[in-house]
């Protein structure tokens, strides 16, 4: 149980250091369809900050279907947020990382999950803000590169493994 409410702080606090007003420069790519759904995600920069701490954004859209369910789960148990360096290698996780990491679990338990129906053509974005320096140890300098997995095997609704686009930041 203990294990738990610190695994629900650490996510309730990603949440809370995540900058609601980041801008985003440009509308960002989709990844491929899949099942009828897509997700893309974008980088933003928190205004007014000297040194850039990059923050990632997603959001999944229903393309094909009259209603599209899908799983909003807070702590990551359907998605996943994957970073790499400038010549492939994944990026290290912090504790944090390492945490939200761990409860993903695509088809297993869930707990406080909502489900969200899309009606065709309806994007859902309301996923939280992150900051990438809360999940990955980020090097001063260098090419970085970010993808955002949602994956669901739920009894009802949306079923599948949807990649978003690539996104790049350069620090």
Avoid at 85 to 93: F, I, T
Avoid at 126 to 148: A, R
Wanted: charged fraction near 20%; hydrophobic fraction near 40%; include cysteine.
């Amino acid at each position: 149980m203990k294990f738990f409410l610190g695994y629900w702080m650490s996510a309730v606090l990603l949440m809370i250091t995540s900058c609601a007003t980041s801008i985003r420069n440009d509308e960002p790519e989709w990844g491929a369809r899949t099942n009828g759904i897509r997700v893309r995600a974008w980088i933003l920069v928190p205004p007014q900050q000297s040194v850039p701490a990059p923050n990632i954004r997603f959001e999944i859209q229903n393309l094909d279907v009259d209603e599209a369910v899908i799983w909003h789960a807070l702590a990551g148990a359907n998605w996943v947020i994957l970073g790499w360096d400038a010549e492939g290698r994944p990026l290290e996780l912090t504790s944090n990382g390492r945490r939200l990491r761990s409860s993903f679990s695509p088809g297993g338990t869930r707990f406080q999950n909502v489900p969200i129906r899309l009606k065709k053509g309806q994007t859902y974005s309301s996923w939280p803000e992150f900051t990438l320096s809360d999940l990955f140890q980020l090097p001063k300098h260098g090419m970085l590169q970010f993808q955002v997995i949602y994956e669901e095997y739920p009894l009802e609704g949306w079923a599948g493994r949807a990649e978003s686009n690539i996104v790049k930041v350069n620090l």
